[in-house]
Every structure is written in C-alpha cells, then in structure tokens.
C-alpha cells in the first residue's frame, strides 16, 4: 500500500503528532509519502522535524509559473474532469472567507499533486486538519487522483464549518477522523446524517519517550507548569490573573510557561503590571525532552484554554504521572476527570482556576501521585500511537479496497 500524508505545513514544530502517526503508520508495512503545501524549514529546530523535512515535497516550492503550468496541463489533458472541479472549487470558494482566488490556488495546488502522486503511485492521501490541506486534497480526487481522507482537530474547522464547506469534505471522503468523541459530535452537526458512518474516532498518540519514562516522584516544591503555544485561546493572560490572585494571599509558588507565541510581549508586560516577576517563567520554545524535565518538575500541569481539540500536552503530562489542571471544554472532559486525575474549571472563571491550582499547590503529595497513575493508565489505554496508527491503517486499506 501507498499512501500519501498532506499538510499543510509538514513537519511544523507544534505539530509533532502528525509526525508520530505517520511514522507508526509505516510500522505497518505501508509506504508513506511526505506532502506539505508550505514549507516552514525555518523555524525547525528538533532533529526528528529536520529528517522529516528532507523527506517532504513541498508544493508552493514550484513556484507560481510551476502551478500556473501544472494547470493549464492538467486542464489540456483531462477537460472534464478539470471542469467538475472547477465548478466544485467555485461552489467551496464563494462560501469560504477566502475567496475564488485562494481557491485558484488550491486547484492549481490540486493539479501539482495529480502529477506527482500520479508519479508515487499513491493509491490514498490522509490530510491533516479540515481546512485547506483538504480542500487541495478534495480537488484533486475530482481531477481523477487517489481518494482522500482527513483528521479534524479543532477548534477552527467547528468554529468555521459552513466556510470551510466541511459538510462536502465530508461527503466526498472515504472516511473522517476526529480526535475525540466531542469532535465525532461536532462533525454529526454539519454533515448529513446519511455520512455519519463515516466519522471515526482515531486518538492523536503520546511519544513513546513520554509513556516509557521512568517514573519521577512529584516533587514537594510549590512549582506549577503551562505548556502551549503563547496565543489568545490557551489562556495565559487569565491564567496570570489566577495567579495574581494567590500571590495576593500570601501564596509561594512558581508558574513556569512552557512555548513562545504571538502573546508573548502582552504576557510579559502582564506580568510585570501585576507584580509576578518573581513567580511567572517563560522559557520560550523547548525541545520534546525539555518539555518533558519542566512537567516532571511540576506538581501539576495547567492549561485554562477557551478553545481547543484535545491538546497533546494533557496526554503527555498524565503519561508523566503528573495531574493536569484544565477547562471543561471539547475533548478535555474525555482524558481529565476532575477529582481522579486533575480538575477542570469552567473555561474563563478566573476564581475557579485560581482555587484549583491553590489545590494542586496544597494537595498532599500521596494525593497527586494517585491522581498522576490513574491519569497515566488512562493515557496508556486510549492514546497509544501504535494502536490508533492500526485503526488507521485499517481505514486506509477498506478505502483503498473499496476504490478498486
């Protein structure tokens, strides 16, 4: 079996899931090809993206006379097909916040990838996220390429579905993954019911470095992290005002920010308006295994987000034995059940979140190791990336079996 992935960015530093399934997925014996619509080689820094890198066929990097002529080939050679999939571009792109030109692209994009899959001998493409990546993967199924199928993560593709025209995604793939039961839900609201058989439940896998790690006892130190991207929906300026408040009440504790972000320079002014120099650390963007040494440092991981799928970091945090202090929002409540292994807050409640990390600081630690094994069995049990990539490839040969 030869199959393709499409993103659209691969590899990306904060996507580092994708990387692991695809890799699991070729454990199975299938050959994976590597598409990425634009290329961020820049802002690469691990090792494991940088190899992935050099595997990876980079659309945009034909360069625009490349798609230009890519489309006027493809629309010489297969006319039909080249219409139905003009006219299907013109019917997503007048809906979309887009437009008809971004959408040119895409087919333009879609007829590249016709040549080159077509070349591959890829006989199915898997697309990560529900936004453009599957558009061009969409659009190149009508001009006559392999099938396709994607992964929705949230929260942009529920936030957004009538413009991204999900429902036709939905329609014309073999198969839909969501990333939790609350994504399953999500994607039954905008597709027919006649296409729910479909929508799968594939988890994103925790890396093995994580599962594996010996266990490390929670330290005794009033110590607290946060590990995410610095943007608005993770909610780190909230979190600061949690914090504020305990600082306010005489509370000794360390809150360290894991990642880097377009927010950074309004947390750190934050941070010094509300006087928390002394208790807020940012660490800027951090390698796998430095994520890894600032959650064991932790009594708790915390992440008060307003929108989310269902964030990997939550998984890798209660593989690590370390409860995770969260919002009851999306996936979250499936992974995170409050009292057993964490608390969860309602999304925006700066009282409740600053009461339930004064909990995590002042929970005996024979309480928090418990809560950590049970969050641990959980993640072992229901986000192993061996056992989701073989769901997958399941999928991926009753697609393929059904094509032919």
Known sequence: MNIAYLVNQYPKVSHSFVRRELLAVETYGIKVGRYSIRSCE??????????????????????????????????????IRFLEALRLMFKVGWHSERGILLHLAYLAEACILLNWF?????????????????????????????????????????????LLSLDEKIKRSTFVAAVSSFGKSQLFRWCDRTYWSKINVIHCGVDAAFLAAPHVPIPAAPRLVCVG?????????????????????????????????????????????????????????????????EILASRAMVLPSFAEGLPVVIMEALALNRPVISTYVAGIPELVEPGVCGWLVPPGSVEALAVAMRAALEAPLEQLEEMGKIGAERVAQQHNVDIEAKKLVALFQASIEQSS
């Not at 360290?256 to 509300?274: K, S, T």
């Open 42 to 79: 820049s802002e690469l820094v691990d090792g494991a993206d940088k190899q992935e890198q050099e595997l990876t066929k980079v659309i945009l990097g034909v360069g625009v006379q490349g798609l230009a002529w890519g489309l006027l080939r493809v629309a010489a050679t297969r006319p």
């Open 118 to 162: 077509a070349e591959a001998g890829i006989t199915h493409v898997h697309a990560h996220f529900g936004t453009n990546s599957t558009t061009v993967a969409m659009l190149c199924r009508v001009l006559g390429g392999p099938t396709y199928s994607f992964t929705v993560h949230g929260p942009e593709e529920f936030d957004k579905a009538t």
């Open 229 to 293: 991207r610095l943007s608005a929906q993770k909610g780190h300026l909230l979190l600061l005002e949690a914090a504020s408040k305990l600082a306010v009440q005489g509370l000794e504790f360390k809150l360290v920010f894991v990642g880097d972000g377009p927010l950074r320079a309004e947390i750190e002014q934050q941070i010094a308006q509300l006087g928390l120099q002394n208790y807020i650390e940012i660490t800027g963007w951090a390698s796998g295994d430095r994520v890894q040494q």
